[in-house]
């Protein structure tokens, strides 16, 4: 090539041209997988992060939207009994399904595993305690694909 070079100069500014525009273009998320969003280290029940004080606030308004590279866990005190709805906000796709599973006293207590966009779980809530709520892929488990989410909780 570098003797094909010198004589056609074309060829030269050809080849520099391609390999500038090789190295400028942006190339698909899986060569910059998304990085841990500010809830981590939520991976497992014991490091849940506490959303005790943001009751019917979306995780966007917090530190951010969520996403979903592992297990995700959160949880909040009730002082009372109560109707409660947990909403997911996220985009739909067969490698991106979340659900979501509420857990009290080590117990599953309702869960939510709707094949859509978006999950809404809504249950009574049977005494005043900690609750924990676990974003799980209904595909993978706790195997996440980066799908990034928002959550809330409130009682109704």
């Not at 002082?79 to 006293?105: K, P, Q, V």
């Not at 966009?117 to 900690?130: H, K, N, Q, V, Y």
């Amino acid at each position: 090539m570098a003797l094909q070079a010198k004589k056609n100069p074309q060829l030269l500014v050809l080849a520099l041209l391609c390999i500038f525009t090789a190295m400028s273009c942006e190339y698909p998320d899986y060569f910059n997988p998304p990085q841990d969003d500010n809830y981590e280290d939520n991976d497992i029940l014991a490091q849940a992060f506490d959303l005790s004080s943001h009751t019917n606030i979306y995780l966007s308004e917090i530190q951010g939207k969520a996403i979903h590279l592992d297990a995700d866990w959160y949880c909040f005190t009730i002082e009372s009994t109560g109707n409660l709805r947990i909403s997911c906000l996220f985009n739909f796709d067969y490698d991106n399904d979340l659900d979501l599973a509420l857990y009290y006293n080590g117990s599953i207590l309702a869960n939510s595993e709707d094949n859509t966009s978006d999950e809404i779980m809504e249950t009574s809530l049977p005494e005043a305690g900690i609750y924990y709520i676990h974003v799980y892929n209904g595909i993978d488990g706790d195997k996440g694909q980066g799908t990034i989410y928002d959550l809330k909780w409130e009682i109704l």
